[in-house]
């Protein structure tokens, strides 16, 4: 059925970014479209009773539709064709559904999710290189796509891509496969990390420094240390009296506009008491809350990169800050943390292990926050929880990543109400 034409309506929005419809019962998933649409749509391929399509014509266009800039394949610009309010009002439902769908916990409303700036948000990325060429992964293939366009980065980020690419091919440079790429709020600090293929010579990339780079590291792939070849491969940020830094291969929230915010949001959900921050990373919650409420903290990071960096930057609060790098479950498993408070969690996509999660059932918080970066793991976790004497008291969006599938998601769950 590969590249028939179908004239669909859609229905809703899935967790993807495609959008819902059905062709005689069964559901077609399908790019490019908007709930309330009819469009023509060219079927890709199918898996497990499901079709996927992609729009080639509007029948009947939404009003929310508008032209987008941008190869929407390219950094998973997937909604960029609907008008900013209604993708807010897109997620809201995508989280809506989840819980529903998921976790079996209808919600009496759809959650709000707070807006940000769509263009040169982004302060984190993951950029790969293929043919001399260095940009995003195009979506549904393995081709290379140009940064810039894209606007989540800001225009200094992308002039410095465009000229490494340009001494990528001057100096005939070859093995570079990937680049991590740190900046800080106010973008006054540029860390880049690259990644080497086996045999490669590192110093031969001390080129790429270049302006508008602060710090520059690398590792081939066969070694196990990492290279500094320019200036400090690390930045650093002021959130209120808190100072993090971090190296470039540290996961941290991506959003510039919207990270003092959130921060803000799980702080404000935080009960008195003392707290204990799972997947801690660098320190940006758990030491936000050390740094301003002079609050107990015992944070955990199994990552040995932010690892390092949390206890570089719990130095200052060490009198209120306990650090244990260690994995999640090892440590619910052998620690015993102070009763009462809150556990602070923010998993990866997969969300907690079932480990994790009948540990900290187990123990009985009386309150836990959760930060998730996927709806569908957080639904489930969710569902553990209300099954374990949990519920759920608050719910709420946060628009990191514009125009994208992704949604963040803040919820919090009280014990025995």
Not at 148 to 169: D, F, H, Y
Not at 182 to 207: K, M, V, W, Y
Not at 287 to 312: F, K, P, Y
Request: aromatic fraction near 6%; glycine fraction near 10%.
């Amino acid at each position: 059925m590969a590249d028939s034409l179908l004239t669909l309506d859609i229905e809703k929005p899935t967790a993807g970014g495609r959008m819902l419809a059905r062709h005689n019962g069964q559901v077609v998933l399908v790019w490019g479209a908007i709930p309330g649409e009819r469009v023509r749509a060219r079927i890709e391929r199918s898996g497990k009773g499901v079709l996927f399509a992609e729009t080639v014509d509007l029948v009947t266009p939404s009003p929310d539709r508008r032209d987008a800039a941008a190869d929407w394949r390219c950094g998973g610009n997937v909604l960029a064709h609907v008008g900013y309010e209604r993708q807010l009002q897109l997620k809201s439902d995508i989280i809506r559904d989840a819980f529903a769908r998921i976790g079996r916990m209808p919600l009496d409303a759809a959650p709000g999710v707070a807006a940000s700036p769509e263009q040169g948000y982004r302060m984190r990325a993951r950029l790969h290189v293929r043919g001399g060429r260095i940009g995003f992964m195009r979506e549904g293939s393995h081709d290379i796509c140009a940064v810039g366009p894209t606007a989540q980065m800001l225009p200094a980020t992308a002039a410095w891509i465009e000229a490494a690419e340009r001494r990528l091919r001057a100096d005939r440079l070859q093995g570079l496969t990937s680049i991590e790429i740190a900046e800080n709020i106010p973008a006054s600090q540029r860390a880049c990390h690259l990644e080497l293929e086996p045999g490669s010579d590192a110093r031969a990339f001390a080129t790429l420094a270049g302006d508008g780079i602060t710090g520059l590291s690398a590792q081939v792939l066969d070694r196990r240390a990492s290279e500094t070849l320019s200036g400090i491969p690390a930045v650093s940020d002021s959130l209120g009296p808190l100072q993090l830094r971090r190296d470039a291969r540290a996961f941290f929230q991506g959003n510039r506009y919207l990270l003092e915010s959130l921060v803000q949001r799980v702080s404000g959900l935080v009960a008195e008491g003392p707290t204990v921050d799972l997947y801690a990373g660098v320190g940006l919650f758990g030491l936000s809350l050390a740094a301003s409420r002079a609050a107990q903290v015992t944070l955990v990071e199994g990552d040995a990169i932010s690892g390092h960096n949390l206890e570089e930057n719990a130095r200052p609060y060490i009198d209120r800050a306990r650090v244990v790098r260690t994995s999640v479950e090892d440590f619910l498993r052998h620690d015993r943390p102070a009763a009462g408070g809150t556990f602070v969690v923010d998993p990866p996509r997969t969300g907690m292990s079932p480990d994790a999660m009948r540990a900290i059932v187990r123990l009985k918080p009386p309150r836990i926050v959760y930060v998730s970066c996927d709806v569908a793991t957080l639904a489930r976790d969710s569902r553990a929880l209300v099954d374990a004497d949990y519920a759920l008291t608050h719910l709420s969006g946060i628009d990191l990543f514009p125009n994208t599938a992704h949604v963040e998601t803040l919820a919090a769950f009280d014990r025995g109400l």
